[in-house]
Every structure is written in structure tokens, then in C-alpha cells.
């Protein structure tokens, strides 16, 4: 399977199953768009050539090139993966990742939270040390052969349990080492509580902070709301800045929320960056459809757009060295992932799960609060096992909708929680999510293209 | 080749015999907490 397609003033051909990318001219997009159709070669040699106003000989020669890509296995490559079977079903899944709910409340009461303000639909609550710490031996227990374990400390607002996360942190390192374990600790906060003790320990002890800003003050202000009603910009953004300045290069994420509200946010993204913060991420908003915040139908092709010019102000930010970095377009053609992680997805379920603070367990930090999706408690461990194996299941070959999709090997087969948000089904897809998550493959690939053109005209 | 530019990238078909140690960062963990894309993720085995 092939895509190709055409974005500022690019011409690409991505090869699904092998994960190549070509950066192609006018001719070129047109003899390879014609083969994928079927066309027969006597045939493009003569349409291609009248055309582009060139001798067929030259088609023919670009048809020789396009037969030694196809040879190589760049190109019209098979699907060589779905027979093989990887057999998920069977396959033995160790824990690697948890994200700790150390908090169920929050001093923000943004309207749009997943999360219901913090309280995931039910009681305000803190995690204990010690559910905290069976948490991390519970990790540590089942996670087989696995080095680098994943912790993330998260609510609610993981700050208004500060002293626990320092804790368990302590605890963590007391032990890694003689289990052979390397504790990778991510803080997600909404900056409210940042003081100078946080900013020391997260910049020592926290391998990845996530703070969340939604750009512009009257977009931030107009949903991120103090428990007083009071927007937070002008609380956060200064302790953001000194977080970030002292963090020494160690990995952030300046993280937003787009809504119907801002369905122009590439502003909200510049912004972030007018403010210093070069690492940044932006995502949709996750609610039912029927909130007033909620993207649209007619906010679609006004999402895609904004896309687009977000990554063509990348390109030229970076030229003058002004260059940020967007999460999604952070796409990495030569060390990515390999094939078991682009089938396999974010592991939710198996190797990854929340734990809520009274130490249940559920596929994901976004189906915390669904009884029906609970999976067990650190203590007895997983005891739904039907359950976890549904989850297991939950890849990119086992979506009907995907099997046509070019981009199910970038994606995964996408989020289970959208999914089932949208679907009623963990195996169903989020169309909407499916549309926007293509245009941004779409234009993080174009970006490595301009980016190889570049390099290749100064040499 | 005159009318193709061909990117560096990862073979997958490869990565089939040589991945599969996850040790890679659990995607969703690492910004976004609401999609799933692993095209951004880091291998561990090529970043060493």
C-alpha cells in the first residue's frame, strides 16, 4: 500500500509497510500514482509522456528507477506483517508503565477535564504512601525483563499530594537498583503549586514534567479556572518559566487543550513559544459531543488547516533558529519504533495502567472511574483477566476500519478510550480523532521532506 | 534518481527480526495523555 499526497509544494509517497518516504517531482507523483491505479506501464509511458511534455524515453527510465525501489522493497511493498501473526492473544505482556492517580481532586476546575475536575466521577481523595509504594513493587513484581519502568504522577493535580510523590520517588530509587530497574518519573501538573522545593526535585528526580497551558491568556483564562472562579495564567506562566529555565535541557512537555473555542490554537501554540517554551504539545479536546466546547463537524476542515500552518511556521522558525519542537510532528524516520511497537500500540491494559488512590487498576487513565473497566488492585493484581486480554487484542490489526487506513502503522490503530468514548467499543475507531491524527502524520512527514530537500540542495 | 528523492528512513520490514525488546516509552505517557500515535516515540535500542 502507497499514500501519496501533495502539501506545501511537496510531492510524497509514503510506503506503508516498509516505512519509506519519498519526496518526488511532478512526473514522478503522476507514473506512481498511475501504477497504484492499475494502469498498464505501455500505456502510462505514453499519457505521462504527453502529459508532461517529455520523451517517453524518460518515463521509462523513471519506470526502471521505480522498479529497482519496488526490488529494494521501498516501494508497492506487501503487507508481510498481518499473516505473520504476531499472536497477541497468547503473547505474554509484562507491566512497564503505571501512571499513578496520586491526587483525585485538583485546585483548577477546568471545564473540559476528562477528568471530571480531578475527582473522576467519584470521591475526592489522596493516594497513601503506602498504596503508592505497593503500587511501585507491584510494578517492579511484574515487569519480567523490562530495565526502564515508567511512573507518571498524576491526578487530579499530582502537587496537592506533593510530600507522597516525594516519597515514593525515595522509595523507588531505595530499590532500582538492586531489582535491576531504571525508575523513569514524569510529573503532569497544572502549575498552581510550584514552588522552589518542586522546582529542585522535579528537575533532579522528574525525567519528563508535562505542564499544561493553553496558550493565550484569555483562551487559558476562559476554562482554566481557579476553585474562586479566577483565571490561573498569571499564577502559572511565571513558575512555568522559572521551571523550565533552571530544568538544565532535561525533557518537558508545554502542554495545551484546543477546544471549539480556539479552533484557531496554532495562535495558543506561538504564543508557547513567544513565552520561551520550545517544547510543545497541543491536543484536541476529549468530551462528549454535546458540550459546548466540543469540536465540530464544521471545525474540521478549520482544524486540518491550522495544521498546516502550524507546520509551515515551524519550517520557517526554524530556519531564522527559532525552532520549537510539536509533539505530534516529532516524528523520528530513522529511529522510530519498530514494527512490534507501531502493531502494538501505547500498551494500555497490559503494559500500561492507572492506579486510582485507593490502588485500583484500570487499562488507562482515562477509564479510571468506569467500574466496568476495572482490572484489579495492586494488591491481588490483575484479576479481570478476560478484560485485560481484550486489551490485548486492541492493535493496529484489529480494528476493521483500520484495514484500509495508510496510517494504522503510525497510529496504532489509535486511542482504545477514544475509541470506546466514541464507539461504545474499545475496537471501534474515533473518526474525527482518525482525520486529525492523518493530517498531522501528513504534515510531520512533509516537514522531514522540506527538511531533506534543504539539506540535499546545500550539499 | 532524477525524479525521486528517497528519505533515510527506518526499515520496518527489518525490524521485524531485529525489535520487539520493549523498552520504549509507553507513547501516550509521554505529552499527549489523549490519542494514541507511536510514529513520534523513540526507539531505545537506536537512541544508545
Keep these: 500500500m502507497i499514500h501519496t499526497y501533495q502539501l506545501n509544494g511537496c510531492n510524497i509517497v509514503l510506503d506503508v509497510y516498509s516505512g519509506s518516504v519519498h519526496l518526488v517531482d511532478e512526473i514522478a507523483y503522476d507514473v506512481i500514482n498511475r501504477i497504484d491505479a492499475g494502469e498498464d506501464r505501455e500505456q502510462i509511458v505514453t499519457a505521462a509522456a504527453a502529459a508532461h511534455g517529455v520523451e517517453p524515453a524518460e518515463i521509462r527510465e523513471l519506470l526502471a528507477d521505480i522498479d529497482e525501489l519496488t526490488a529494494a522493497g521501498k516501494l508497492f511493498t506487501e503487507d508481510v506483517y498481518a499473516d505473520k501473526a504476531f499472536d497477541y492473544k497468547n503473547r505474554s505482556t509484562v507491566v512497564k508503565a503505571l501512571c499513578l492517580h496520586v491526587a483525585h481532586t485538583c485546585n483548577l476546575t477546568c471545564n473540559y477535564c476528562f477528568a471530571a475536575q480531578g475527582k473522576f466521577h467519584g470521591d475526592r481523595a489522596l493516594m497513601s504512601f503506602e498504596v503508592g509504594k505497593r503500587a511501585l513493587d507491584f510494578l517492579v513484581e511484574n515487569s519480567g525483563n523490562r530495565v526502564n519502568l515508567e511512573v507518571d504522577f498524576f491526578g487530579g493535580e499530582p502537587l496537592m499530594n506533593w510530600d507522597v510523590v516525594k516519597q515514593l520517588v525515595a522509595y523507588a530509587r531505595s530499590i532500582e537498583k538492586d531489582a535491576g530497574k531504571n525508575f523513569r518519573f514524569t510529573l503532569t501538573t497544572n502549575g498552581v503549586l510550584i514552588d522552589d522545593d518542586v522546582i529542585e526535585f522535579a528537575n533532579k528526580e522528574m525525567h519528563n514534567v508535562v505542564l499544561s497551558l493553553d496558550g493565550r491568556p484569555q483562551v487559558h483564562d476562559k476554562l482554566r479556572r481557579t476553585v474562586n472562579n479566577k483565571g490561573s495564567y498569571d499564577i502559572i506562566v511565571p513558575k512555568f518559566q522559572k521551571l523550565v529555565e533552571s530544568r538544565g535541557g532535561k525533557g518537558y512537555y508545554m502542554r495545551g487543550t484546543f477546544t471549539h473555542d480556539n479552533v484557531d490554537f496554532t495562535n495558543d501554540v506561538f504564543h508557547m513559544a513567544d513565552l520561551g517554551f520550545d517544547q510543545l504539545s497541543m491536543e484536541p479536546v476529549v468530551c462528549a459531543p454535546d458540550e459546548p466546547w466540543a469540536l465540530t463537524a464544521e471545525d474540521l476542515p478549520k482544524v486540518k488547516e491550522q495544521y498546516e500552518i502550524l507546520a509551515k511556521e515551524m519550517l520557517r522558525r526554524n530556519r531564522e533558529g527559532k525552532g520549537f519542537t510539536f509533539y505530534h510532528y516529532m516524528i523520528d524516520l530513522t529511529g522510530g519504533p519498530c514494527i512490534y511497537k507501531r502493531i502494538s500500540g501505547c500498551g494500555s491494559g497490559t503494559e500500561y495502567m492507572a492506579v486510582t488512590p485507593w490502588g485500583d487498576l484500570y487499562p488507562c487513565h482515562q477509564f479510571v472511574g468506569d467500574e466496568k473497566y476495572k482490572l484489579g488492585n495492586v494488591f491481588d493484581g490483575v484479576t479481570n483477566t478476560e478484560l485485560r486480554d481484550e486489551f490485548k487484542l486492541c492493535n493496529a490489526y484489529a480494528r476493521p476500519d483500520c484495514k484500509d487506513c495508510w496510517a494504522r502503522l503510525y497510529c496504532s490503530g489509535g486511542c482504545a478510550a477514544n475509541a470506546y468514548h466514541a464507539t461504545g467499543s474499545i475496537r471501534g475507531i474515533y473518526e474525527y480523532g482518525c482525520e486529525l491524527f492523518r493530517k498531522r502524520m501528513e504534515c510531520a512527514i512533509m516537514i522531514k521532506a522540506v527538511e531533506a530537500m534543504e539539506k540535499a540542495n546545500k550539499e | ?48
Design chain 2, 1 to 48: 534518481m532524477k525524479h525521486i528523492q528517497t528519505l533515510e528512513t527506518r526499515d520496518l520490514a527489518q525490524s521485524v527480526k531485529n525489535g520487539g525488546c520493549g523498552e520504549c516509552q509507553t507513547s501516550c505517557q509521554s505529552a499527549c495523555k489523549t490519542s494514541c500515535g507511536v510514529a513520534n516515540q523513540e526507539c531505545e535500542k537506536c537512541s544508545k
